[in-house]
């Protein structure tokens, strides 16, 4: 829950319950070790294999000046989420997560606001002790589940993350219709020791997309994109912008 204090600035706190159980890693061979991430990860840090859970409570600042907020064409977007686990219950150590994410539109046309520069970052960082292996930052479990496009969910994860996305939609017919878009991300993650570091490697996607207008009065697009990675490809049917 959130309330504004000023003029496009919000404050609000939330409880997270958080819980994983009935796990079955079906990759895991420890007989013939064949060990999998989440073994490796839970076994190191004292977490069980097969339950656990995360719950805390955070405090989220939040900035908020577009001038639409399902379709933006100018003003920026700022969240920052501080979350705090505790170690009470069965299962559970403490932790604290940072998350940090913004979001910039650039008009490059007074004409035709369909002509604009978007940008997209976001940051999840492990500030203090361990996280069960399905709570990690991981690519594609931001707020809106978006990130990431051209990845399947949860393939990148680490102690900390960053995710950078930038696109152009660009209109195509007159009545404003149809439109389109390009865009690039990448993801890049570390590792607890920092053995990895972030931006050590980066994994790049690019994409083109159509967007079809489906409701005038609040902008709201049906998405179609079609993203390519390394050595894969993906589609994506939705409604409304990814960012």
Same mark, same amino acid.
């Given at each position: 829950m959130s309330f504004e204090v000023a003029?496009? &600035?919000?404050? #609000? %706190?939330?409880?997270?319950?958080? #819980?994983? @159980?009935?796990i079955f890693d079906k990759q895991l061979d420890v007989t013939n070790n064949l060990l999998t991430a989440h073994y490796n990860n839970n076994n190191n840090y004292g977490f069980?294999? =097969?339950? =656990?859970?995360?719950? #805390?409570?955070s405090l989220n600042l939040v900035f908020d000046s577009r001038d639409n907020q399902v379709n933006a064409n100018n003003g920026w977007y700022g969240n920052v989420n501080y979350r705090v686990n505790t170690d009470f219950g069965r299962n559970q150590a403490s932790s604290s997560v940072l998350? @940090?994410? &913004?979001?910039?539109?650039?008009?490059?046309s007074q004409k035709?606001?369909?002509?604009?520069? %978007? /940008?997209? @970052?976001? #940051?999840? &960082?492990l500030t203090h002790c361990r996280l069960p292996y399905l709570n990690l930052p991981s690519i594609g479990w931001d707020k809106t589940n978006r990130g990431g496009r051209g990845y399947t969910? *949860?393939?990148f994860s680490g102690h900390d993350l960053v995710y950078r996305e930038t696109e152009y939609p660009f209109p195509i017919t007159c009545n404003q219709l149809i439109s389109g878009t390009v865009f690039a991300n990448f993801t890049t993650a570390s590792d607890k020791e920092r053995t990895v570091k972030l931006f050590n490697a980066m994994q790049p996607a690019f994409s083109v997309g159509l967007r079809i207008l489906i409701d005038k009065s609040t902008k709201t697009n049906l998405i179609v994109n079609q993203a390519?990675?390394?050595?894969?490809? %993906? /589609?994506?049917?939705? %409604? *409304?912008?990814t960012f």
């Open positions: 003029l496009d &600035f919000y404050i #609000g %706190a939330c409880i997270h319950l958080d #819980g994983y @159980t009935d069980n294999n =097969y339950e =656990y859970y995360v719950n #805390g409570l998350f @940090t994410e &913004f979001k910039y539109y650039i008009p490059l035709n606001l369909q002509h604009v520069l %978007a /940008f997209w @970052t976001y #940051g999840q &960082f969910q *949860g393939l390519w990675v390394k050595q894969s490809k %993906a /589609f994506y049917l939705n %409604a *409304g912008e």
